[in-house]
């Protein structure tokens, strides 16, 4: 079992059901002793923006060291964020971008084929909101952002395994359903999965 857990809760209002599923898995955690921080990416002050890329180096703000930091400590990260166009919120890549940075998560060997993880023996959790049917996500859609966090994102820097629990639709789910979800995934913080 994981003593060490980050919620990254990526939808920026906190007033939304992926705030509550957040809180949820963190309260669940709590009740097991774990130590369990949460963070809504709403909170932080930070640009969002990479404006050069990686070509200039674009100083951190207080916030994203202190994430970076979190993230460093952490054994477990779960990530918290609605399917919004296929991915997720540009809140959430805005932080990818400008906090998941060569040097942090990975470094390129020499040769350019290859690249240390940093991020091994950490492993992640993805609780996904939609509104359309997990069925349809993964058939019609292809999953984009499963396979953007899950292989390009995390198992880049070596976190492994990470694990997907996908929520919907939310659009047609009635309050004894948001209830149903809250209480699974607050079980799931008591069990550090």
């Excluded at 040097?103 to 609780?127: C, Q, T, V």
């Excluded at 396979?147 to 390009?152: D, F, G, I, V, Y």
């Excluded at 996908?166 to 699974?184: C, F, I, T």
Aim: charged content about 25%.
């Amino acid at each position: 079992m994981k003593q060490s857990i980050l919620v990254i809760n990526g939808h920026p209002d906190k007033e939304s059901l992926c705030s509550a599923l957040a809180e949820a898995y963190a309260r669940g955690s709590r009740t097991s002793a774990i130590d369990c921080e949460l963070i809504h990416l709403s909170d932080l002050d930070f640009d969002p923006v990479l404006h050069n890329g990686y070509r200039v180096v674009q100083e951190l703000e207080p916030d994203l060291l202190m994430l970076q930091e979190r993230i460093r400590k952490a054994e477990h990260l779960v990530f918290v964020y609605p399917v919004w166009w296929g991915t997720y919120p540009s809140l959430l890549k805005g932080m990818i971008d400008r906090a998941f940075l060569p040097g942090f998560m990975f470094k390129f060997h020499p040769n350019g084929y290859s690249w240390d993880k940093f991020m091994k023996n950490k492993s992640a959790r993805l609780i996904v909101t939609m509104n359309s049917p997990k069925w349809y996500y993964k058939y019609m859609i292809g999953r984009p952002g499963d396979h953007a966090m899950r292989r390009s994102v995390l198992r880049f820097a070596g976190f492994k395994p990470v694990r997907i629990t996908h929520l919907g639709p939310v659009n047609r789910a009635d309050d004894a359903r948001r209830s149903e979800w809250l209480q699974k995934i607050e079980s799931m913080g008591k069990r550090a999965i």
